[in-house]
């Protein structure tokens, strides 16, 4: 495992106080409403399951996989590696992702679920890099926009490493 030093980013602390506003945000749009929670892996799964969590209504999950990272920069080519494992049509997606950088995988993502005819499709991402954004991107919900740096921890990885820090922490030795 490459030893990388890393600085802490965002506390576990400002993680869950943004994680249960995100959450009692999507409570109240979703009121009353069935929702199909897809979480985007790898990255992800841990927001994810903080943020449903935090979500009052009823919902089911599904899980997309897909990969457009080598090393620490992004390919700008989206790999699928896990489908939907059911329709979505007529029903409202919540997308939930872990970062959103060049823009390309979540709009790649977006198209896809859209293709399927969703009643209404929600994006959430937990973090934005403006400055890093290759094509617009809107986005619904995020949690922290945050500078072009590489961060890991809380879902996010280097080299399948450091996923499972309670918080996100910059990298400070890359070359």
Same mark, same amino acid.
């Given at each position: 495992? &490459?030893?990388?030093?890393? @600085? !802490?980013? *965002?506390?576990?602390?400002?993680?869950?106080?943004?994680?249960?506003?995100?959450? /009692? /945000? *999507? &409570?109240? @749009?979703? @009121?009353?409403?069935?929702?199909?929670?897809?979480?985007?892996?790898?990255?992800?799964?841990?927001? %994810?399951?903080?943020?449903?969590?935090? $979500?009052?209504?009823? *919902?089911?999950?599904?899980?997309?996989?897909?990969?457009?990272?080598?090393?620490?920069?992004?390919?700008?080519?989206?790999?699928?590696?896990?489908?939907?494992?059911? !329709?979505?049509?007529?029903?409202?997606?919540?997308?939930?992702?872990?970062?959103?950088?060049?823009?390309?995988?979540?709009? %790649?993502? +977006?198209?896809?679920?859209?293709?399927?005819? !969703? /009643?209404?499709? &929600?994006?959430?991402?937990?973090?934005? @890099? #403006?400055? /890093?954004?290759?094509? !617009?991107? +809107?986005?619904? %919900?995020?949690?922290?926009?945050?500078?072009?740096?590489?961060?890991?921890?809380?879902?996010?990885?280097?080299?399948? %490493?450091?996923?499972?820090? #309670?918080? $996100?922490?910059?990298?400070?030795?890359?070359?």
């Amino acid at each position: 495992m &490459t030893q990388l030093q890393i @600085k !802490p980013y *965002i506390t576990e602390e400002q993680l869950q106080k943004k994680v249960s506003e995100i959450g /009692a /945000a *999507i &409570t109240k @749009k979703f @009121k009353g409403e069935q929702v199909v929670a897809v979480c985007v892996l790898k990255g992800s799964f841990v927001f %994810y399951s903080d943020l449903i969590r935090e $979500i009052n209504a009823d *919902i089911t999950c599904e899980f997309f996989g897909v990969s457009s990272y080598h090393g620490n920069t992004s390919s700008g080519e989206v790999k699928v590696t896990l489908d939907l494992a059911h !329709p979505v049509e007529g029903k409202h997606i919540l997308l939930v992702e872990d970062i959103v950088d060049t823009g390309i995988t979540m709009n %790649y993502l +977006k198209n896809s679920i859209l293709s399927r005819k !969703p /009643a209404s499709l &929600t994006t959430v991402a937990l973090l934005e @890099k #403006p400055e /890093a954004l290759k094509v !617009p991107c +809107k986005l619904d %919900y995020v949690g922290f926009q945050i500078t072009n740096e590489f961060v890991v921890g809380y879902g996010l990885d280097y080299q399948g %490493y450091y996923r499972n820090l #309670p918080f $996100i922490g910059q990298v400070q030795n890359f070359q």
